[in-house]
């Protein structure tokens, strides 16, 4: 495969992330994220705008060093990262669904808006990075570790990742004294199954702030969902913590499946 690195032999309508930076003007939004489109998105700019104004003023405040960037396709080949500013097959086969690149004191991030095939795909691809900086700046909520301990006592099934689910797996047994109760058995995994499972409440709030979510939509072939009453405990605590924005609304309901 012949290198991308040099400007020179880039594909048609392909550019280096650093060109993107230079030539997208970044937009501020109310609530203080940065963003920029790029290129032939999908996504028109009033749902962009809805989309990032979503992230609860609270929470954008530990983000004042990111910039996220909406584009086509980002494909990262020998520590380069190029941007197509177009759908393309060929490109599509290497494109990724996000790339983050460090400036100075700053980060940018990629997100492949092609990749995905509908709004709410690309709007949970945004909404976990959003999830996981946040939770890298400020950590996890007490009060949020609390709960999903409890939860885990209680031997409440299911997780809302592969990454929670497995971390969660690896920090706890069964204790020797009584076979009902579990223990922390891996210190760091149970930190990284914390972190994790606050990145992606955080996520799914958002994703339920900015579109009407069936949470059945969110399943995984490899790991079981979070039981819904679990699952809604959660996301009213991070209501508790970061309160919707002006025109944005929070509600859970429950229906019968069919």
């Known amino acids: 495969m012949a290198s991308m690195s040099s400007p020179s032999t880039l594909p048609s309508g392909t550019k280096t992330a650093a ?50 960037y909406f584009v086509p396709l980002t494909v990262s080949e020998n520590d380069e990262t190029i941007i197509s500013e177009r759908y393309d097959v060929a490109l599509s086969d290497r494109a990724i669904c996000h ?3 460090t400036l100075g004191d700053s980060e940018c991030v990629f997100i492949s808006t092609r990749l995905m095939d509908d709004k709410f795909s690309v709007a949970f691809e945004f909404f976990i990075n959003i999830g996981h900086a946040f939770v890298d ?22 997780e809302t990742s592969l990454d929670a689910h497995d971390f969660r797996r690896q920090a706890f047994v069964k204790s020797t004294e009584n076979g009902a109760n579990l223990r922390v058995a891996d210190e760091k995994a149970n930190t990284n199954y ?34 819904p009453n679990a699952l809604a405990e959660r996301l009213r605590l991070v209501q508790e913590l970061f309160p919707p924005n002006p025109g944005y609304e929070f509600a859970i ?6």
């Not at 993107?20 to 962009?48: F, H, K, M, P, W």
């Not at 700046?137 to 099934?157: N, P, T, Y």
């Not at 799914?204 to 072939?221: F, G, P, T």
């Open 137 to 158: 700046q400020a950590g996890v909520s007490a009060a949020f570790s609390s709960l999903a301990m409890r939860q885990v006592e209680a031997g409440v099934k299911g």
């Open 19 to 68: 060109e993107i930076i230079r030539s997208v003007a970044v937009t501020q939004a109310v609530n203080g994220i940065c963003y920029a489109a790029a290129g032939e998105t999908a996504i028109n700019s009033s749902d962009l705008e809805r989309m990032v104004g979503t992230v609860p003023a609270t929470m954008a405040a530990a983000l004042a060093r990111k910039a996220y």
């Open 99 to 101: 790339r983050n690149l």
């Open 253 to 258: 309901y429950y229906r019968r499946r069919t």
């Open 194 to 227: 914390l972190d994790a499972a606050f990145a992606d409440s955080l996520a799914i709030y958002m994703l339920s702030l900015y579109l009407d979510v069936d949470y059945w939509d969110l399943r995984e072939r490899e790991y079981p969902l979070l039981a």
